[in-house]
């Protein structure tokens, strides 16, 4: 009893040192997760305070669909999400970090995942087929783009008209977007609000394309 407590006490201590010290670098730099904390993420006490099962939950996912995440790091919602859409759906992730989509592939291929493929590039630029998901999502990494704006019109193109674009944010990341200001870059790339589910300091917002 007193060794679990130990240990959440001292992942507590590290995430929130870490967390400072990103947030004060986010001010300078727009920096995405290093892929050296990717071990710290998966971490299943770290994965029940960042909300893992219920932001997948809120993604409403179905079998058959295709859906792409934008900055999956190694995987802790891509994988449940290509899990959510079979029989016949497909999870697609997008990274700008080669070790992160490695490490993702890494643990696909160890759980049996064969539906997911990942793709190396810039969120703001285009690299699929125009009206190819149904659904887009981004957990804690709207931030961490420099041209968010841009990265908007990607996921409003990627998406086929009635498609979904799901934005999540929780308080403790240091690149945290409030939801005005997520609302205010989905309207801007066209998009219209469906529904928010959740308080400011973990929120989900749920948009559609038209």
């Known amino acids: 009893m007193w060794l679990m407590l130990w240990i959440l006490a001292v992942l507590v201590v590290t995430f929130v040192l870490v967390n400072l010290g990103w947030r004060w670098a986010s001010r300078i730099w727009s920096l995405p997760c290093p892929s050296g904390m990717a071990w710290f993420l998966e971490n299943p006490i770290v994965q029940r305070l960042n909300g893992t099962r219920i932001t997948v939950e809120r993604l409403g996912l179905q079998p058959g669909q295709r859906v792409l995440e934008i900055g999956p790091g190694p995987g802790r919602l891509l994988i449940p999400a290509a899990r959510a859409v079979l029989p016949g759906g497909e999870a697609v992730g997008i990274d700008i970090q080669p070790r992160m989509l490695q490490r993702l592939q890494d643990r696909a291929n160890r759980e049996g995942i064969t539906n997911l493929t990942t793709i190396q590039g810039d969120a703001a ?36 008209p009635g498609g979904i674009l799901s934005i999540t944010e929780l308080w403790g990341d240091p690149h945290y977007q409030s939801q005005s200001k997520v609302r205010q870059l989905a309207e801007a790339a066209g998009f219209q609000l469906r529904s928010i589910q959740g308080r400011p300091w973990f929120y989900t917002a749920t948009f559609c394309k038209p």
Do not use: N, Y
């Open 125 to 160: 630029q285009p690299h699929v087929a125009e009206g190819s998901f149904d659904v887009v999502f981004l957990c804690t990494c709207l931030g961490e783009i420099p041209e968010r704006a841009a990265a908007m019109t990607q996921c409003f193109r990627a998406l086929k």
